[in-house]
């Protein structure tokens, strides 16, 4: 007789327990990946360096290499592999902020208030910090670090893809509101000669991004303005780019819409970044990303038919849905004429 449900107990065991998951928080917060990146090291070596004890350290990197996650080729030495390499800092395709992120106390103690949060219908981190997440961010500079930092790894996973999905080179001028420090208006400007950009988002967020156009050589195309996208956009824009409307509940999302669309004019398009929940069981990122938003922000992922009617709700018109081959896809609107 097969063992069957034996399996199913085990993997339920192993998905539900914090293992994996700490064990590559303290990995990626001891910097291990970086300095294995020139080759392979001893444990004690290497909890020299960080300066903890070596038992626990081996201990583990040992139960990260039975997931995958590093090789000990020798008994006590470790070394990178192709899962362990996105651990380590300043490459393309890190993940090790995120990886930070996920463990940091102030987003770890926000999900220890799931359950209570859902009685309650407040958020998780709420529950946990007396307070949302933009205003605690403010008060703690390593936390907003360790948050942006794991932002823009999230991004940049998906921002050549973005750049190259839609034909931006018939674009005259791109706004795109949200935008942070401009890192996915760099990838589409720096992939497109034509457009130039407006780099949109609150008070001094799009001067901190001025450091980043001058590195790409793009500080002439871009113009930086400050404002609330809850109360008014720039105009002059052709093309309207937005990455955040899954930050918001359904009402505010329709609010910051409205926004946009009052800047557009008629044959100004909105191309919104986000991720599409898949239809029921079928495997989806934005299901598993869809808890993050109701845990930390209130916010959610979308079907497409969400976003449709959320775009109908701001005055606008979904065109199309254009797949990126990331997470992400271009959800294309139009002004609905009034």
Do not use: C
């Not at 997931?67 to 800092?89: C, D, K, M, W, Y």
């Not at 948050?147 to 823009?152: E, I, Q, S, V």
């Not at 495997?283 to 109701?294: F, I, Q, V, Y």
């Amino acid at each position: 007789m097969s063992d069957l449900p034996g399996m199913h107990a085990l993997t339920l065991i192993q998905l539900s327990s914090p293992w994996l998951g700490r064990a590559l928080y303290v990995a990626a917060k001891l910097g291990i990946a970086d300095l294995l990146a020139k080759g392979p090291l001893p444990v004690a070596e290497l909890a020299k360096r960080v300066k903890v004890d070596a038992d626990p350290l081996y201990r583990t990197l040992r139960a990260l290499t039975a997931s995958g996650i590093f090789s000990e080729p020798t008994l006590g030495v470790f070394e990178l592999n192709p899962a362990a390499e996105p651990l380590q800092s300043n490459l393309p395709h890190s993940v090790r902020s995120i990886v930070m992120m996920f463990g940091e106390p102030w987003h770890w103690s926000a999900w220890g208030k799931y359950l209570e949060a859902m009685y309650s219908g407040s958020i998780a981190f709420k529950e946990a910090h007396k307070s949302d997440l933009f205003p605690y961010l403010d008060q703690d500079r390593e936390a907003r670090t360790i948050f942006d930092n794991a932002m823009a790894e999230f991004s940049a996973l998906g921002h050549i893809k973005v750049a190259r999905a839609y034909d931006f080179g018939r674009v005259s001028k791109i706004v795109d509101v949200g935008g942070g420090v401009g890192r996915l208006l760099i990838s589409i400007l720096g992939e497109h000669a034509g457009p130039s950009g407006v780099l949109f988002d609150l008070p001094g967020v799009p001067e901190a991004g001025r450091p980043l156009l001058q590195k790409a050589g793009l500080e002439q195309r871009v113009t930086l303005v400050d404002g609330s996208f809850f109360d008014t956009v720039p105009t002059g824009g052709d093309l309207y780019l937005t990455t955040v409307i899954h930050n918001w509940p359904d009402d505010r999302a329709v609010d910051l819409l409205k926004t946009v669309r009052q800047a557009m004019t008629p044959a100004a398009k909105l191309l919104m970044v986000e991720q599409v929940v898949a239809a029921p069981n079928k495997k989806s990122p934005a299901k598993w990303l869809d808890l993050e938003m109701l845990a930390l922000v209130g916010g959610r992922e979308r079907t497409e038919e969400e976003h449709a009617d959320l775009l109908k709700r701001g005055g606008l018109r979904l065109l199309r849905v254009i797949p990126t081959g990331s997470a992400v896809s271009l959800l294309e609107a139009e002004v609905v004429a009034s």
